[in-house]
């Protein structure tokens, strides 16, 4: 039942709210990005916030007091579960765009609110479109829109408190548009649903925010090493028994 009142409120809150998307993206195509900007800071937080508490989620944020004041950075965090993005929408210092996959930005509606929030949309099996879009999300964080990326590149299913290895795309965002890289490390989320055969389930989630690294003025060796450098950082603060 939790899982059927939970997809009712996902499709239904955007059904109900697709006058306000039209008029985000209308606004989107004219230019004026501070109207959707004030949309999308209004309305995906609530519907985000509202779909983890109809899961029984509760979340423990740990140094907010780390994410840059005034200025965009490039979150990085870990990717366990779907969840994932709901709480890096609601759990920051406000929702950011993320760097997603491409079918990600075929669902409907969901496509609208993404755009209006800066979303990237990567194919990841097409190199030449992957650049572009990678090129993109070095335009939106010089814009001062700061972005959230998964640097393993897809969920990972091993056990808790692993790591797959962190792909270089987040960390030339960052380098690009000289912007700190924010490490996130997210503990619990997979037990909301993965863990439970795709169906909602209570569960607490950790997310701890860690200093940031400047990227402005490496050599090319230490961005080589920012990779593994961000990785050791999340991994040192995952929660293996959560």
């Given at each position: ?73 490039v979150f990085a965090a870990n990717h366990r579960s779907y969840y994932d993005i709901a709480i890096m929408l609601t759990q920051l210092d406000a929702p950011h765009g993320l760097v997603a996959k491409k079918e990600v ?136 028994n959560r």
């Amino acid at each position: 039942m939790r899982t059927l009142i939970w997809y009712l409120y996902f499709w239904g809150y955007m059904l109900v709210h697709w006058p306000a998307l039209h008029k985000g993206l209308k606004a989107l195509e004219a230019g004026d990005w501070k109207a959707g900007d004030e949309l999308a800071a209004l309305h995906v937080p609530h519907w985000a916030n509202r779909l983890l508490k109809l899961a029984g989620v509760t979340t423990e944020v740990i140094g907010l007091e780390n994410i840059p004041k005034d200025r965009p950075c490039v979150f990085a965090a870990n990717h366990r579960s779907y969840y994932d993005i709901a709480i890096m929408l609601t759990q920051l210092d406000a929702p950011h765009g993320l760097v997603a996959k491409k079918e990600v930005g075929s669902i409907p509606l969901v496509r609208g609110w993404m755009r209006l929030l800066h979303c990237v949309f990567l194919d990841r099996e097409d190199p030449r479109k992957a650049m572009s879009a990678l090129n993109e999300a070095i335009e939106t964080v010089k814009k001062g829109y700061s972005v959230s990326i998964f640097p393993e590149g897809t969920r990972n299913k091993g056990e808790e408190g692993s790591l797959l290895e962190f792909k270089g795309g987040a960390f030339r965002i960052a380098t690009k548009a000289n912007a700190p890289v924010v490490p996130v490390a997210l503990s619990g989320t997979r037990d909301i649903m993965e863990n439970n055969h795709m169906l909602m389930h209570p569960g607490h989630v950790v997310i701890r925010i860690l200093p940031p690294i400047e990227t402005e003025g490496l050599s090319r060796a230490e961005i080589k090493e920012l990779p593994e450098k961000t990785r050791q950082l999340i991994l040192q603060n995952l929660e293996p028994n959560r």
